[in-house]
């Protein structure tokens, strides 16, 4: 029984884990409630439809993990799939509006890292100011109306063209997660990032250049927001004003969902991914029950309390469980190398 | 072990009833017992040292009875009736003051914000919802002069000032509602000579009038000037409670560590002098060149042998820690020159330091050493990730050969190498920083209060490391607030004045025992402290 | 030696004036202001329509809303907080009068059911940050999903109409009651007012920035820290639903939108008018002129005719600037108080 239960307590302990686990519950339980759920072709068209989501948080996760935080992703996306689409209506060839559209994220990713980390201003206020920026651009560059229609079949087989039974921009987006995951978790950069997202003071004298991979993560993050950006112009071939909107904030509750702390330093991608699919799966099995879309807002709130609230629990029930041993260490000898006691 | 009293005091003195009574306190947090039945006996008028080692349990006893932790069981009694202390604000109304360890002004407010802070009742009167900051500063303004505090600078945010004066805030926060027990953990660490005086001065004055004053301290010299009683913990239990006039200091120290500790020390204490490893060529290993830092740094010049150890002498507030994180490129430099090996060096950014071979370790491990998410494998090959990478690529099986190699080469004592490095107690975590610097391979490695906040054998441990690696050709910089610790220790020490260089010392006797250690403690004393400059 | 005594030695006039010149030096809001009086003064030369009293009334008319959330929201920042519900709560509370009143309830059980939804929200926000633990970020962000979506969902998407009174006209501020003051401008001031002394001049305000600025510093204090962060939660959820109230009579519908960014705005006129969001600063005077410098903007950007399509552009350069701005007065504001000492 003991053993059972600190092997349990393990098991929850392991990062990532009570995202699984809720995630898997979740996709289980609408599969039985609504047996189109897991029709494989809706399955796989909503996933396709939700593709910049994951891209976003993936970029985000890392902001956060490096101390930082980035708001302006949603919007740099929505910027980023109208010069993209625009440059390709223009009859720039596909790869030139790719460039165009990453190109944007780049610049906005360059100017939040360097006002924030130069300047030493909140990222939050730098990032809701260039969220600001970025949606009204939009503004300006679809006047009021739609972009609509490149004619560029390559551009638009970005998103679409059939991959192993895929879409294109699944695959990429896997593809993406995976990479930002090993670039984390195997270099000497995604270490150092990690190192300094714990705290700027003992990193600097750790001899890290903080600013520096901060700037970094700000890029990447920026990056992938104009590759999502770029994806969503390809799939939808029109963008307006306003479009992915509110995307900041589906990121953000899918990172922290995912056991990305605020505080930085702490989480992973792939556990953030699997935070954007909780709330993705949440959204598509709601709306397959009949549910009012309307409410998916609240779900989403709900959601993020839940979540946040159960992961505390589940790291706390595994801290309790663990090293049980009393401390009892015979006199003279020398403390214990657990000791809260100070 | 549960009621321990090595002298009958309530016989000698039964007149006075105790004035604070716990008895048999139990706390446990998370797997850890950190008080196992612990008792303590002040009376008024007392004051009543708590001593021991890490992790011994004080500063939770401390915590219960100023209520920020709530004891699992266990009793307290004040003045005779029992009360249970839930927060900090309990604590106050019972007349239960704190001054604690860890600096805990509040930078955005003004000194005089800081001061009435929680204690509004006791310095406006009862029930009034209005402050007039104006009447407060009239009343607490001779007590902040006492200690240095003018009446402009009430007015100014703490954040404005260094940790020296946040310490003495907090002080005349704690004696600005004359208090009925005291508690005082560490206070003197960071004060100069003279303001540890002024503080010691007002804890008589307090005991005259019957204040109960409990008392943390490092320093068993001052324990045994000041303390009437002293109660030693350990492991989180009261080891002893004994009048001071019928303890001696080896007595005390037997008590803290056991048996074998005093050995300990002194073997530490008994090493000989050191030889000075001898460059090949005319170039010292370092040399700093009229360095200067508005404000901070004035004009310092020195240089660094090879394998020489090289103490840094100074009060607070002198620019010690200043000039070596200038020499690390943590804070910039407006002037000076930097030859390392001969070689003039820009250093603008730590990163730079480390690779013109410098590395340090910080003062303040918790906020500026540990990474505390990092496992103790990582922390240690954080700077210098080059050597458990390949292409950029982390190889796992190499970093870990590597942490176990430096745990067992320092006797870091852990679980293991992908243990969280803020598990490990203080002296160990101290040791994964000084593994971390070894690994960048130094060539001149600084020690920022190496021993800071470890216990006795730890320091020792810190001590004999310091030697090795100079012995191995490194050239170390040491700073230390403890004189004995700075004489024990280096070949030669520098003083630092108000950012200033203002003496330099050779010819170090290192045991205690020598005649001249008193001479030289004084000459650095006396460097230290002029004013007349 | 440790006397306390009574004897009055008055600060002598020199020291009053240099404190007062530092209080000054190092409140950011007064360079913003500066500023501020250098662009009207240039646009009141170069754009006629700006300095006529139609326009200024029209600029004050329309920092209401804003400056109402603002004034809550410093308070949040101030107590170490952050709460991005404001303008979901705004929007309810715009419903809840709303549909109080097509049920025939009068206007003062409207208003007061109004305000109780703010003050619940708002506790339920200080419950979950302080007594769960839940990050500030993460917890009114869930309730700015919570609160928008439960509008939604009640009103079917579908915006409350006909609900206007006559005497909801004049509190809604459409109607001047003496000269060009309307309701709201008194309410604003009363409001700023009373948040004011409340954070200057009496010993519970003080504990508001001890918490924001460091709470195990205001613990050991024995400040109850949870009970402070709660209020100020409470006091933001008040003044959405005043800026609800505000709101609802003003634009006579409510669309379950209407809340959509507002949030943003008020941290922004917050943050432009000195607060951090790492706590501990800021003032009611900060959060009034950060709202008129977000209206100004607007307002500008309207009169001189460069397409309104810009508009959230130079809003968000704006932001960054001002908080730019704030930063180098600061430091220029200590520079000088470190020479002085």
Redesign the interface.
Known sequence: MKNFRSGAARFLGIEGVPILLAFTAVAIGFALAVPSFADGDSVKYYLNEEVPIFIITAGLALVIIAGGIDLSVGAVLGLSAGTSLWASMHGFNPLVSVLVGVGTGLVFGLINGL?IVK????D???T??????????L??LT??VQLVGTRDETFLGLASSSVGGLTSAMVLTVLVIVALHLVLVKTGIGRRIRASGMGSAPALVAGLDVGRLKIYAYLVSGGLAGFGGVLLAARLNSVQAGMAGGYE?IA??AA?LGGVS??GGRGGIWQAALGALLLVTLKQGFRLMGV?P?????????C??VG??VD?GARRFALTLRTPQPVQAPAGELQPATSKGR | MKAPSSVPVEAQRPAEAPHLRMTDIHKRFQGVQALNGVSLLVRGGEIHALLGGNGAGKSTLLNVL???VTPDSGRIELAGQEVSIG???E??ALGIS?I?Q????????TVL??I?????EAL?GKG????NR?QI???????AG?FGIT???L???VG?FGALKKRVIEIV?A??V?PKVLILDEPTSGLEEHEKTLLF??MR??QRRGVALIWVTHHLDEVFGLADVVTVMRDGRTIARTETAELTPRELAVQMFGGDATELMEAADAVPARRRVDGDDAHPRLRALNLSRH?VLRDISFDVERGEILGIAGLAGAGRTELVRALMGLDKLHSGRIEIDGKPRRIGHPKVAYKAGLAMVPEDRKQLGILPDLSVAENISVSELGSVTAGGVLRSRRERALADSYIKSLGIKTPGPAEPIRNLSGGNQQKAIIARCLNTEPSILIFDEPTQGIDIHAKAEVHRLIRDVAEKGTSVIVIASEFAELISLCDRVVVMNRGALVGEIRDIPHRVATDGYDAVKHAIIDKASRADR | ???????????TTN?RV??LR?RIL?DPSFGILALLVVVCGVMAFTEPTFATAGNLTNIINAMMTVSFLAIGMTVVLIAGG?DLSVGSVMALSAGVVASCLNNGMPLAVAFVAALGVGAGIGLVNGL?ITK????D???T??????A???L??WT??VPILGYMTDAYYYIGGLRQIAGPVTVPMLLVLAVGVAVSILLR????G??F??V???P?????????VDRIKIAAYVISGLMAAIAGIHIAGRTTTVPPLIGNGYE?SA??AA?IGGA??????GRVIGALVGALTLTLTRNIINLTGV?S?????????V??LA??AN?AWSGIA?SI??SR?
């Open positions: 006002v300047f030493r201003l909140s939050f206020i730098v809701l100011g260039t969220l600001n920026v970025a949606a009204g651009l503004v300006v006047d009021h904030l953000v509750a922290v605020l505080a009012d309307l409410i998916f807002s609240i779900i989403t709130g709900v993020i309390l946040v609230i505390r | 100023s209520g920020l927060h900090p604000r604590a106050q704190t604690h860890e600096l805990s002004t509040v930078p955005d407010l914000e800081n009435f802070l929680g204690r509004e406006t009034s919802l209005f402050v104006r500063a009239r009343r607490i303004q001779d007590l006492e009446k402009s600078e007015w100014r945010p404005d926060k004696l600005a004359p001065e007002h004055s307090l404000g | 030696m440790i006397t306390l005594t009574p004897e009055r030695v008055s600060p020291e240099s404190a530092v190092r952050l979950l769960l633990g839940i990050p970020f993460i917890a962000l869930a309730m700015l999903g919570l928008g979506g439960f939604l969902y079917a998407g001049r009496t010993t519970y003080v504990k920035y001890a924001g600025s460091s195990t510093g205001a613990k050991n204090a024995g400040i109850r943003i941290i922004a943050v951090s969001l790492f706590g501990g600063k397409e399509s810009w508009q959230a552009v130079v809003t968000g350069l932001l960054i908080v730019l930063q200590r108080g470190a000492s």
